[in-house]
């Protein structure tokens, strides 16, 4: 049941995130960026961790570049069976990866710990879990990991019920380009 409830909000979600034009993208894309970049985690944190935007996901170019200029430590995942987070230094710098996503590329260099993860979602609920693409990647690393989760999405990606599972996890804050949302 809960596998179905999220394959029908799953779909619901992607088809109104896939219609925005680009100028919409960019816009709120921008006054996500803007909250980001003020927060008090993102000034604190030595190593973020960001996703590479797909399908008109909320774009995190401006974020991470905005990181790199502040001197931090950058990061994106890498997939495999699983998703390790690697450093890199610029936008160019990244390589094709699984899923056609630009990721860090691994030759001469370590995972690294990121102590803030700026996450992607399909969905979020006010109970603070995501609703991702289904294949777990992120639950399963967030579940080992001690870093601050900031999700990251549209407003229209905010449902007051989530349909969750026992391995889902939580973020600590979600930001939108209309409000940031905390327990």
Same mark, same amino acid.
């Given at each position: 049941?809960?596998? !179905?409830?999220?394959?029908?909000?799953? &779909?619901?979600?992607l088809?109104?995130r896939?219609? +925005?034009?680009p100028?919409?993208?960019?816009?709120m894309? @921008?006054?996500?960026?803007? #909250?980001?970049?003020? !927060?008090p985690?993102?000034?604190?944190?030595?190593?973020?961790?960001?996703? *590479?935007?797909?399908?008109n &996901? @909320?774009?995190t170019?401006?974020?991470? &570049?905005?990181?790199?200029?502040?001197?931090?430590?950058?990061?994106? %995942?890498?997939?495999t069976?699983? $998703?390790?987070?690697? %450093?890199?230094? #610029?936008?160019? #710098? +990244?390589v %094709?990866?699984?899923f056609? *996503? %630009?990721?860090p590329?691994?030759k001469?260099?370590?995972?690294?710990e990121?102590?803030?993860?700026?996450?992607?979602?399909?969905?979020?609920?006010?109970?603070? !879990?995501?609703? /991702?693409? /289904?294949?777990?990647y992120?639950d399963?690393?967030?579940?080992h990991? @001690?870093?601050?989760?900031?999700?990251?999405?549209?407003?229209?990606? *905010?449902?007051?019920?989530?349909p969750? !599972?026992e391995?889902?996890?939580?973020?600590?804050?979600? $930001?939108?380009?209309k409000r940031?949302?905390?327990?």
């Amino acid at each position: 049941m809960v596998q !179905h409830l999220k394959r029908a909000l799953r &779909e619901r979600m992607l088809k109104e995130r896939d219609s +925005l034009a680009p100028n919409d993208v960019a816009r709120m894309s @921008a006054a996500i960026a803007a #909250s980001l970049l003020a !927060h008090p985690r993102f000034r604190e944190a030595k190593i973020i961790g960001f996703y *590479i935007p797909k399908r008109n &996901e @909320a774009d995190t170019s401006a974020m991470i &570049e905005a990181a790199i200029r502040a001197g931090k430590v950058v990061s994106a %995942p890498v997939t495999t069976h699983s $998703i390790s987070f690697f %450093p890199f230094t #610029s936008l160019g #710098s +990244l390589v %094709p990866g699984k899923f056609g *996503i %630009p990721e860090p590329s691994t030759k001469n260099t370590k995972p690294v710990e990121p102590d803030l993860i700026v996450v992607p979602g399909v969905a979020f609920g006010l109970c603070m !879990h995501r609703l /991702g693409y /289904g294949k777990g990647y992120y639950d399963s690393y967030l579940a080992h990991s @001690a870093a601050y989760r900031i999700g990251i999405c549209y407003d229209f990606q *905010i449902v007051d019920k989530l349909p969750t !599972h026992e391995n889902d996890q939580r973020m600590d804050e979600i $930001i939108t380009e209309k409000r940031v949302i905390t327990l």
